[in-house]
């Protein structure tokens, strides 16, 4: 099984996916066209992620499985500390690497239930993100991701705490990291700043979410922890009530920031897709040019 270090960074720039757990049969035939359609892009790697609070855990699990034996594509698992004892979680990563899968994303995860509610470890599992990437570590050739934020997590005292701990989850074995969104490039550049301070060497790829409507904006807030900064309100305020026109600036937007972080040397962007692929498929292949030679089919 490939590996995600071996992919990035390569003699061009390349992009990455990410998916959510199907909720029920629509959703799951929604990504699956998702993923058929982004497919033959040849992405650097795909993910599903874990869902908020571990939620839809056994629909990833499964998800990451079809990925590796039904397509093509370079499969990263996702794994969270959330509600797990050391047990459960040697009993998924050994399931993960029945299967050949040896790239793993290693999250504490959040509390269940609410994102910002006290974090309380499983009475025989582990507290910290750093000890999770040990673990993964441990029990056979992985290539090991961690999460990193721009404005610093929620729970960090500041940037310099944050960076801190971003470092330690590195050095504990992390092969490479992926912010978490944000909205302008400066931001993430900071961040990379931050980790290079520290005398710390990797592979950081910056998160990115396709601005096609509102809810979009009003997600990104919510996951990056940050209000929108006025200049974007102003430019996508004009907008709000027209569709079409939002979608059309917000892709403006995204391709913007796109392009400031390749031309700042960023070696791949990995893209948030709610399960679907018009929008990442438009970006990486009619607006950056990732993939040469190939031109956007129109997707449901």
Same mark, same amino acid.
């Given at each position: 099984?490939? *590996? ?12 990455s ?12 035939l929604? +990504?699956?066209?998702?993923?058929? @359609? =982004? ?15 571990? @939620? ?14 039904? /397509? ?15 047990a ?5 990563? #050994? ?30 599992? +582990? ?9 993964v570590?441990? =029990? #056979? ?6 999460? !990193? ?19 330690? *989850? %590195? ?17 993430? +550049?900071? +961040? ?10 990797t ?8 601005? /096609? ?9 919510? &996951?990056? #922890? ?11 305020d ?5 569709? *079409? ?6 892709? $403006?937007? /995204? /391709?913007? %920031?796109?392009?400031?972080l390749? !031309?700042?040397?960023?070696p ?6 709610? $399960? ?11 607006? &950056?040019?990732?993939?040469p030679?190939? *031109? ?5």
């Amino acid at each position: 099984m490939t *590996k995600v270090v071996d992919r990035i960074p390569g003699d061009r720039p390349v992009f990455s996916v990410e998916f959510m757990p199907p909720r029920d049969d629509a959703d799951e035939l929604r +990504l699956w066209n998702s993923i058929r @359609s =982004l497919e033959g892009l040849d992405p650097a790697f795909v993910s599903v992620t874990y869902g908020a609070g571990g @939620s839809g855990r056994d629909r990833t699990i499964r998800t990451t499985g079809r990925v590796v034996t039904e /397509t093509t594509l370079v499969s990263m698992a996702h794994l969270t500390a959330v509600d797990h004892s050391v047990a459960e979680l040697r009993n998924v990563i #050994g399931w993960y690497a029945s299967l050949g899968i040896r790239n793993v994303l290693a999250l504490r995860g959040d509390p269940p239930g609410d994102p910002n509610g006290e974090w309380v470890r499983h009475p025989e599992g +582990l507290n910290y993100a750093e000890e999770l990437v040990r673990l993964v570590r441990s =029990l #056979g050739d992985f290539c090991v991701g961690v999460s !990193a934020f721009p404005y610093g997590h929620p729970r960090s005292a500041d940037l310099d705490t944050d960076t801190r701990y971003l470092v330690s *989850k %590195l050095r504990a074995g992390a092969d490479f990291a992926i912010a978490q969104l944000f909205f302008e490039a400066e931001d993430f +550049l900071r +961040l990379r700043d931050r980790v290079a301070a520290a005398g710390c060497e990797t592979v950081l790829l910056p998160g990115v979410m396709p601005l /096609t409507t509102p809810r979009i904006l009003s997600k990104t807030v919510e &996951l990056s #922890g940050e209000e929108v900064p006025a200049a974007l309100v102003a430019r996508m305020d004009r907008f709000t009530g027209d569709p *079409k026109a939002f979608r059309e600036e917000g892709m $403006n937007v /995204t /391709t913007e %920031l796109c392009e400031r972080l390749l !031309a700042e040397g960023v070696p791949s962007l990995h893209f948030y897709t709610f $399960n679907r692929a018009k929008a990442t498929k438009e970006i990486v292949v009619d607006r &950056l040019g990732l993939v040469p030679g190939r *031109k956007a089919q129109p997707v449901a």
